[in-house]
């Protein structure tokens, strides 16, 4: 156990809709950290937070946003869902070494 | 851009047969290359952090390596458990938010 917790494990929608993934850093970490992994490109990052305020940004579509809250958990919304946006979503908190430790993910299944 | 390629895809021994997988990067400047182990479905979970060409980490079965260029993680004496996918990643200095950069991953299979 990472102890970096996210909800739901699966998921599945239909196109055009909008979802929000949540996650929970472990206790202590700051920082959050969102990559997406599909079949053909691996695992991308996609935007990372610290104490609440946006660090940096990656491969992000537009059509996805993320926050963290006070509390430290961050949320990640995903809208105007296409069929493409099927993939496994992961979360990840770091060690001040810079270790990234990964939630289990959440499946997301756009039909 | 900063980018890592691991070699082979894929690969299949029998338990008890040693091996190596490659990861070749290109980075600006090194801040650490990370070894991942993922199995089908789950998080990738954190094996070994190195940080400057010449260090090692071992663990268990598992050895990793640094060069300039590259990272093997050898495995000795392999066990159908150790089947997985094994992740490589750099983290680049300068970085502002220290993300990893992922390799596309070595998919082991250990048969008995």
């Known amino acids: 156990d990472s102890g970096v917790t996210q909800t739901p494990k699966h998921l599945i929608t239909a196109t055009g809709q909008r979802v929000t993934l949540r996650c929970s850093p472990r206790?202590?970490?700051?920082?959050v950290y969102w990559y997406q992994q599909s079949l053909d490109q691996g695992l991308q990052f996609l935007i990372q937070y610290y104490n609440g305020e946006e660090r940096a940004k990656g491969n992000i579509l537009e059509r996805f946003s993320a926050q963290q809250f006070p509390d430290l958990h961050s949320e990640l919304n995903l809208s105007s869902l296409e069929l493409g946006d099927s993939a496994l979503y992961f979360c990840?908190?770091?060690?001040?070494?810079?270790?990234?430790?990964f939630g289990q993910g959440t499946r997301l299944t756009v039909v | 851009e900063d980018q890592v390629t691991q070699s082979p895809e894929a690969l299949r021994l029998q338990e008890g047969e040693s091996s190596s997988l490659n990861c070749s990067y290109t980075v600006s400047g090194l801040r650490g290359l990370f070894w991942y182990r993922q199995d089908p479905g789950k998080g990738p979970e954190f094996l070994f952090t190195l940080y400057s060409a010449g260090e090692e980490k071992e663990k268990e079965r598992l050895k990793a390596t640094l060069t300039k260029k590259e990272s093997f993680l050898h495995i000795t004496a392999p066990k159908p458990e150790d089947s997985a996918t094994y992740l490589c990643a750099v983290q680049a200095l300068g970085n502002a938010g220290n993300m990893l950069t992922f390799g596309g991953g070595t998919r082991l299979m250990v048969k008995p």
């Open positions: 990840a908190s770091t060690s001040v070494r810079g270790e990234a430790f």
């Open positions: 206790s202590g970490d700051l920082s």
